[in-house]
Nanobody, 125 residues
């Protein structure tokens, strides 16, 4: 059973930065599309960023230029570096794995079979 565990959430003022981490089984980062999603209060879950085993990344328009998704060299941890945070970024952030594809990751929630429990990010103005 694949397990994903997020950490690094917290409270920050607008303009600040946070780095989220997702610890998981190493084989996932070598074989699956990995993604970060978020769900704000009263909102649907939405894709934020994805990365495939080749390192190719994809970002939602709302976070381009501010967020960076990456893995460590050992490919055991997934990161989301979030800079210039805005109150609209307030949400619970989830790490997820899509075992059905290794390239051309998509933001479809239904494609991602494995999910962490989430870590909360609060950005105050």
């Amino acid at each position: 059973q694949a397990q994903l565990v997020e950490s690094g959430g917290g409270s920050v003022q607008a303009g600040g930065s946070l780095r989220l981490s997702c610890a998981g089984s190493g084989y996932m980062y070598n074989s699956y599309c990995m993604g970060w999603f978020r769900q704000g209060p009263g909102k649907e879950r939405e894709g934020v960023a994805t990365i495939d085993p080749t390192g190719s990344t994809n970002y939602a328009d709302s976070v381009k230029g501010r967020f960076t998704v990456s893995t460590d060299n050992a490919k055991t941890t997934l990161y989301l570096q979030m800079n210039s945070l805005e109150p609209e970024d307030t949400a619970t952030y989830y790490c997820a794995a899509d075992p059905s594809r290794v390239r051309y990751c998509r933001f479809r929630v239904a494609d991602f079979a494995y999910w962490g429990r989430g870590t909360q990010v609060i950005v105050s103005s």
